[in-house]
């Protein structure tokens, strides 16, 4: 089914333009939309990575891996506890929470080494860990194989606190990406571990840089603090859920949930501190629900996000007068930031080069829920935001898990609700 977004009237561009402070040159050149879907009836998928023909490898958090071919047709690779329909199962995967099978990718060589990645939980230690395991898939692609996994010890979350959203599996990152020098970045999540952002000896709350080995990349340990696990290439954050390469600097970006205030969109720097530090007594707060300050305060009540941000900043200039500074920070929002990617080509018009940012949509407290794709115009510095454009979806309203742009040059969405979009301008 195929619905199309018809360009709005010059009368509601302009009206919109003024609402929204916008120069009516910034929306002069836009494309109209249609979407198609590609994939419906999934449970939760997560992630999605393309080939050049077309071929998509993606993932469903509580199932598995699968690959939708170019002729329309599925295989179902890699199934996790309790999946049936899979080539393979592997009993030590599984899903509680935000953790899963969460982030997949093609090697950059695939074509000579058949590879693929993913960012999936385990049991197979105690306690339970995240890992990016790499395996081969069949010619045909209706198998995979030789497991390997290269990162084993990203930590997870094994016990209910008491936090919002406070379960087993919370703060589990897991977006993964190859950059264009060809390492895999690994973003982590913090575990409502205050202790883990700054802790140069745990992979929680950090970015990795590693090879397809797993391996610490040469430039890493020199950029951070002595002591620092060498595979840690950035430290000092949340919840990263969203990373992209700039398609001409190759810059690295990513996405970061907000606590109830201030999702962010940071431009990493080796060794960056991205100034995320929930614990207790310190920076002038006192003791915490079970020792983490995430939320405060007044963790469970809505209250003016400026006051909250004044108390638990994202990013803490004061304490870390060195820290990365957002390139971008939702108004002041926490809306459930997520998967990002750039538009490219001249079929996007005047989007070509924005970033486009999928949110998932949480609304606390009275603050707007706001479930949409954004685009991020950056300056040529890429340090900041010249302006900031609400994609008009032809969709409507979804909780966009993921967003990547495919071969064809569309634009193509996971959403929680069980469906992969393909949005195309014309």
Known sequence: MTKTLMTRSIGAIAASALMAGLPMAALADTPELKHTTVLSGLESPWDIAFLP???????????????????????????????????????????????????????????????????????????HTNRVIRMTVSDNFSAVANRTDIVEDIPYKMEASDHPFGGPGAHNGGRIRFSPDGYLFVPTGDNHNSQLPQSGDSLGGKVLRVDRD????????????????????????????????????????????????????????A???????PRPNMAGRDDCPDDYCGYQPNQGEGMDPAKRRAYM???DTDTYPDAMTPVWGNNGLSQGINGTTFLTGDQWGDWEGHMAIGFLGIGFGGTPVGQRITLLDLTDSGNSVKEATEMPVPMGSHRFRSVVQGPDGDLYTAVDEGMIYRITPN
């Open 271 to 277: 060794g960056g501190n991205s100034g995320w530090d």
């Open 53 to 127: 023909d077309g071929t998509m490898l993606y993932s469903e958090k509580c199932k598995g891996l699968s690959v939708r071919l170019p002729d329309g047709s599925v295989n179902n690779l890699l199934g996790m506890t309790g999946t049936e329909g899979y080539a393979t199962t592997a009993d030590d995967l599984f899903c509680e929470g935000q953790a899963g099978m969460n982030g997949v990718a093609f090697d950059p060589n695939f074509a000579e080494n058949r590879a693929v990645y993913v960012y999936s939980t385990s049991k197979k230690s105690d306690p």
């Open 214 to 269: 797993g391996k610490a990349v040469p430039g890493n340990a020199e950029a951070t603090p002595d002591g620092f696990d060498p595979r840690i290439f950035t430290y000092g954050h949340r919840n990263v859920q969203g990373l992209a390469f700039h398609p001409e600097t190759g810059q690295p970006y990513v996405t970061e949930h907000g606590p109830w205030h201030s999702d962010e969109v940071n431009a990493l720097v």
């Open 313 to 315: 900043p994202m990013t």
